[in-house]
């Protein structure tokens, strides 16, 4: 792993401005991903972690939210700053995005061959039996059988797990320096799954590829991640090398979310379940959003948010059990 950051944010804040008022879907959140690393970012539906890759993409909805503060870094460029035709040449060929259902994420009316082939036209201008030769390698590279005929089928002629790997090669195609997983594998099966993982992992050894990693499954996140980020209502609570966080969660929110995930060896009645509800981004509270479910919750939990404490080297966490 290269300690050199390959991606920085810094303070992002995307808000959705609607008649019921403003919504703070990113409110703040900054961390770095190194290049050769993969970074988890994990919560419960609802805290903000697609919005987050997707405005890191400058891919948030418009006009309904805005991006209002915050700095994106990619390579010390920030993407923010940039004009929706500039940001049109960096995506794809420096950071692309792998979503989390294929099926939407691939367009139903052409083939797998003019998708894939759209990005080697535009970033590396290839044209003729090189584009061609290109695309069939990308689909071989992700162990599509038949890639040739399969240049010509449609996407509902695949499998999910055919798609799921089709959409990863446009993604990996001009062999970008950061890939953004948004929960790829929520549509595939366990033996899918683990192939696909085990490929991504293989291309990040190749290519010393930066991955930033959306998933809720935890057990993903023990195959696949070097560090995990703690998301919740719109903000990073907790980050921590994967093994720390899995032996020493820190914030209440992380803890309660390990002890979501049933354990193999153990018989229990009844599993675990946080109380409640991740609050609205039209109506966060004041301090810690997370004080209503939390049991450790003290009066001042309530009137401000804790400052983002260090535990050790690498591992922050904001709540006022350790200011």
């Known amino acids: 792993m290269d300690d050199r950051p390959a991606l920085q944010v810094r303070d992002l804040q995307t808000y959705f401005f609607t008649k019921r008022g403003v919504g703070k879907a990113v409110d703040g959140v900054s961390f770095d991903l190194r290049r050769g690393e993969t970074l988890g970012l994990v919560g419960e539906s609802g805290c903000g972690k697609s919005m987050a890759c997707m405005s890191v993409m400058r891919l948030n909805p418009r006009p309904a939210s805005r991006i209002v503060n915050g700095q994106v870094l990619l390579n010390g460029e920030d993407l923010l700053q940039k004009s929706d ?112 993982l085990e490929l991504l992992k293989d291309l990040q050894r190749q290519s010393n590829l930066a991955i930033l990693f959306v998933t809720h499954d935890f057990g993903v996140v023990a195959r696949m991640c070097d560090r995990v980020a703690v998301m919740y209502a719109g903000k990073i609570v907790e980050t921590a090398e994967t093994q720390r966080l899995f032996s020493a969660p820190a914030h209440p929110y992380a803890e309660a979310l390990l002890r979501s995930v049933p354990e193999v060896n153990t018989q229990i009645e009844r599993l675990y379940a946080i109380e409640g509800q991740p609050p609205s981004i039209f109506d966060l509270p004041q301090g810690c959003a997370f004080a209503p479910r939390c049991s450790y919750a003290q009066p001042h939990c309530w009137q401000e948010f804790p400052p983002v404490v260090e535990l050790a080297d690498g591992h922050t966490v904001s709540c006022w059990r350790h200011v």
């Open 85 to 196: 035709k500039e940001m049109r040449r960096v995506r794809g060929k420096h950071i692309a995005v792998i979503l989390q259902d294929p099926m939407t994420a691939l367009n139903p009316v052409f083939t797998i061959g003019n998708q894939l082939s759209e990005p080697l036209r535009i970033h590396q201008n290839l044209r003729g039996r090189r584009l061609k030769q290109r695309a069939i390698e990308l689909l071989r590279m992700l162990n599509i059988p038949t890639a040739e005929s399969r240049l010509h089928s449609f996407p509902h002629h695949f499998s999910g797990g055919m798609r799921q790997r089709s959409v990863g090669s446009i993604a990996l195609s001009c062999d970008p320096e950061v890939i953004i997983a948004d929960e790829p594998t929520t549509s595939l099966d366990v033996t899918i799954q683990a192939a696909f």
